[in-house]
């Protein structure tokens, strides 16, 4: 792979004064040589660099392997190897907000202004490269500082060369900082279960790679509650396993999209027929963003059904969930690395609902 390069660095430095804030946005997951050089780069216009890792609170799987910490840290220390002071550095972590884009804009601005506090003097770093890079014009109060940064990289390359054992590949796409972590994360049980489902999502996307068109897959989903509560799942099988989710799955031949939800619920949890579902409905709505699924293209119908007020209806895990319980919707809420790809908005979007 050709070697990221940056024809501004071998350049004098810029003449027109430092910006007293710069603005890098990006998931990182990992950090990689090319990302380390915008950064060097960007420390040269500006004094100090607020670095917003995206993805945040989110659980592990292939797309996403690290957390926000981690990456917080690993950035930390391959910018330490290239000689920058540490007070140089600030770090915003942001969650994925896949169905509501003005949270997003909204948790990025609120974690700038922290760092800023009310200061103008911001600028936003960055290359519009294709529609991936929308955001960067997102944000018209901040001077956009275009990179001269241009390489071939990235972090999907470095990510299915690290799940792969190709580390002599992964070497040559990442400072040594990073190298460093991905060895030593390479011993720990998660790599091990990201490394099962690596394996396991390139065999299943493989089983349709003869189809005749891209296949996309049609599931429903149902958020019950009751009481203070929702019912969750917890994952038996890959992907995700061990993850929590709303009760769920494919859809079959005969059946229409609330049949599947309530068949789905019922054979996962085990609740009772005495249990009118359908009578409980109270919303339903469409989840399609395009990546929620690291299966395929996934177009998830997702019911909510309301049981009221009253005793929690007792529960026996079965199909493929290894547990299903009610959670308190304070604790769900509040924990969205917890949960299997986007389940955890699919509950905000009902539960949090005016």
Not at 169 to 175: H, K, L
Request: net charge neutral; hydrophobic share 40%.
């Amino acid at each position: 792979m050709t070697a990221p390069r940056d024809p501004a660095l071998a350049s004098p430095p810029p003449t027109r004064r430092k910006r007293t804030f710069g603005v890098y946005i990006g998931r990182f997951e990992p950090p990689h040589q090319a990302h380390l050089l915008v950064m060097l780069e960007a420390l040269r216009s500006v004094q100090k660099l607020i670095v917003v890792i995206g993805s945040a609170r989110a659980a592990r799987n292939t797309k996403n392997p690290f957390t926000a910490e981690e990456r917080q840290g690993v950035i930390t220390a391959m910018l330490a190897e290239a000689g920058v002071a540490r007070s140089r550095l600030l770090f915003v972590h942001v969650r994925d907000y896949f169905y509501n884009e003005g949270l997003w804009l909204s948790e990025v601005q609120r974690g700038v202004g922290e760092h800023t506090r009310g200061s103008s003097d911001v600028a936003l770093i960055g290359h519009i490269k294709d529609e991936s890079s929308y955001y960067l014009r997102s944000f018209p109060g901040w001077e956009f500082i275009p990179t001269h940064v241009v390489s071939p990289l990235s972090a999907t390359d470095v990510r299915k060369a690290y799940f792969e054992d190709r580390l002599e590949d992964v070497s040559g796409m990442v400072p040594p900082a990073v190298h460093a972590f991905l060895t030593g994360f390479r011993g720990t049980p998660e790599y091990a279960e990201l490394r099962a489902e690596f394996d396991y999502l390139r065999e299943y996307r493989a089983a349709w790679k003869d189809a005749p068109f891209p296949p996309v897959f049609v599931t429903t989903d149902g958020v019950v509650t009751r009481s203070g509560h929702v019912l969750v799942v917890r994952r038996a099988g890959l992907p995700g396993r061990g993850r929590l989710a709303m009760p769920g799955g494919f859809l079959e031949q005969g059946e229409t999209l609330l049949e599947c939800a309530v068949r789905e619920v019922r054979e996962e949890t085990g609740l009772g027929e005495g249990v009118n579902l359908a009578a409980a409905l109270r919303a339903q709505a469409v989840f399609d963003y395009p990546d929620r699924s690291q299966r395929g293209r996934t177009v998830t119908h997702a019911f909510h059904f309301d049981l009221g007020i009253g005793q929690l209806p007792i529960l026996r895990a079965a199909s493929d969930a290894a547990d299903a319980f009610w959670m308190p919707l304070s604790e769900a809420l509040g924990q969205p690395e917890l949960f299997f790809e986007d389940h955890h908005a699919i509950i905000e979007h009902f539960l949090m609902r005016g």
